[in-house]
């Protein structure tokens, strides 16, 4: 039986899987998700052009500092993202976990941007 070297390497893997069937387009773009252990990070991605349409993130200056659990800061960014991404013209994404499991911070994003107007 093979075992994979560390938990990212499980996650780039299932990360992987993942891409192989879920992919943005010019009508429906991409929300990619990233948890590290301190901060949250999305991104709406136009896989066809290869261009960021919005991003958010708990590394920006006025979100910097916050005395909210990550779980709350998370549903924030998710707000912020689906602000954003319908001012660039984005109603509808597909969204990417990027292999991490839906519960937690990432769902209190996904969740949060549902709330604030994203269709997915």
Known sequence: MTQVASRGAARRKRHDRIRLRVEGSGSRPR???FRSNIHIYAQVID???GKTLASASTVEKELRGSKQTKIEEAAVIGRLIAER??????QRVVFDR???RYHGRIKSLADAAREA???F
């Open 98 to 100: 990027a292999g991490f």
């Open 117 to 119: 107007g994203l269709d």
């Open 31 to 33: 929300l990619a998700v």
């Open 85 to 90: 991404a319908r001012t660039a013209g984005v």
């Open 47 to 49: 896989d066809g052009t």
